[in-house]
C-alpha cells in the first residue's frame, strides 16, 4: 500500500522557517520524481518544487532562493524520505502543502504528472 505522510507543518511568523517532511512507503521511491504543491483557500492547486530521480530540481519562481528541497539517497529502503526547508516565509506562504510522486514526470511542475499524493499540511505564516 503507497503512503505519502507529510509533518512539520505549523504556525509561523513571517521571516521565519519551516522544514517539511514527506515518508513515502509502499513502492521504490528512489526511482520517482518527488514534487511539492500547495493550495491556499479558493485557490487551484500550486507547484512549488519538485526533485526528480537523478537529483535534478526545480522551483516555481515565488519561492526561488527561499525554499530548498532535498531527498534521502539511502537504496532499497522501506520508507523514502523528502524534505522542504522553508526559509524568509511570507503571508503568502500560507496554504495546505501537499507531497506527491510520480514515476515519469517530464515537466515536474504539473499536478498531472504525479501519480500518488499526501494528505497535506497546514502551514500558516502570520504577518
Known amino acids: 500500500q503507497v503512503q505519502l505522510v507529510e509533518s512539520g507543518g505549523g504556525l509561523v511568523q513571517a521571516g521565519g522557517s519551516l522544514r517539511l517532511s514527506c515518508t513515502a512507503s509502499?513502492?521504490?521511491?528512489?526511482?520517482?520524481?518527488m514534487g511539492w504543491f500547495r493550495q491556499a483557500p479558493g485557490k487551484e492547486r500550486e507547484f512549488v518544487a519538485a526533485?526528480?530521480?537523478?537529483?535534478?530540481?526545480?522551483?516555481?519562481?515565488s519561492v526561488k532562493g527561499r525554499f530548498t528541497i532535498s531527498r534521502d539517497n539511502a537504496k532499497s529502503t522501506a520508507k523514502y524520505t523528502v524534505v522542504l526547508q522553508m526559509n524568509s516565509l511570507k503571508p503568502e506562504d500560507t496554504a495546505v502543502y501537499y507531497c506527491?510522486?510520480?514515476?515519469?514526470?517530464?515537466?515536474?511542475?504539473?499536478?498531472?504528472?504525479?501519480?500518488?499524493w499526501g494528505q497535506g499540511t497546514q502551514v500558516t505564516v502570520s504577518s
Open positions: 506527491a510522486a510520480g514515476i515519469r514526470p517530464t515537466t515536474l511542475i504539473r499536478t498531472t504528472e504525479y501519480d500518488y
Open positions: 509502499g513502492r521504490t521511491f528512489s526511482s520517482y520524481a
Open positions: 526533485i526528480n530521480w537523478s537529483g535534478r530540481y526545480t522551483y516555481a519562481d
